[in-house]
């Protein structure tokens, strides 16, 4: 009973969802809406100016570049969420951020990765498709995805809005399924910039893309909550993002 306890529960053991109340709520919609203003901007900066072809002259070293690029937006990003923690005297630990059963949570994240990323594989294995970076260049696109991409979308959203959305929504399952939509609806300010739509015409041309987002929030809950260490979702959200990308 207590192993099949183990793999159906979904609970948030780092944060009581009583301690924060209907504000810790309204916090994490505003925090969501401006980490939506912040990520629309930076879409407009990259894709309606030239500022990144002007930027990338000083650097001719591409990693260097994705540093300069990504390292603002990243502390823009978790900066209020840092204050938010500590104007209300939480601790990392509430959203997450534990040493406790690190290597456990590192070997959840990989086999986590793999219901996104097994078919991907066996066409590698058996095909022999080809890994589109060499070298030191595996383990540095690796590690600005785990660091830009995956760390501040898990703190963000599983680890601090969906926690907190529950002093305004009690029932935890649809609380898990608001805080997919917004998941979704974050990811939309950027790619209509990238693809210049609408947010109407985007969202009518990419609705499936916007389901498998809201899937992947719950998925991502999921696997938090088994032993609510974050890392294991970054993990795997890193590894799926990289496998997507970089095996052909």
Avoid at 193 to 217: A, E, G, K, P, R
């Amino acid at each position: 009973m207590s192993r099949m306890r183990y793999f159906t529960k979904v609970e948030f053991y780092n944060y009581r969802a009583d301690s924060g109340g209907e504000k810790a709520g309204y916090y994490a919609l505003i925090f969501f809406v401006y980490n939506a203003l912040i990520i629309y901007l930076f879409g407009l900066l990259m894709y309606k100016t030239d500022f990144l072809e002007r930027a990338r002259l000083y650097y001719s070293n591409e990693h260097l570049f994705k540093l300069a690029i990504y390292s603002p937006i990243f502390i823009l990003e978790l900066a209020p969420l840092l204050f938010l923690l500590r104007s209300k005297k939480e601790n990392l630990q509430s959203i997450g951020l534990t040493t406790s059963n690190t290597a456990i949570s590192i070997l959840l994240g990989i086999v986590g990765a793999i219901p996104f990323t097994y078919q991907i594989i066996l066409d590698f294995i058996l095909h022999k498709k080809e890994i589109q970076l060499e070298g030191a260049n595996l383990w540095v696109e690796f590690l600005i995805l785990f660091i830009f991409t995956a760390l501040p979308e898990e703190l963000m959203f599983r680890g601090y809005i969906q926690t907190r959305i529950t002093g305004l929504i009690k029932n935890k399952y649809l609380a898990i399924v608001v805080v997919g939509l917004l998941f979704a609806l974050m990811h939309i300010p950027f790619q209509m910039s990238m693809v210049n739509m609408t947010f109407m015409d985007y969202l009518i041309t990419n609705w499936v893309y916007m389901i498998q987002l809201m899937v992947m929030h719950i998925y991502f809950v999921y696997l938090y909550t088994r032993n609510n260490n974050i890392l294991v979702p970054i993990i795997s959200h890193t590894l799926i993002d990289y496998i997507q990308l970089y095996i052909k």
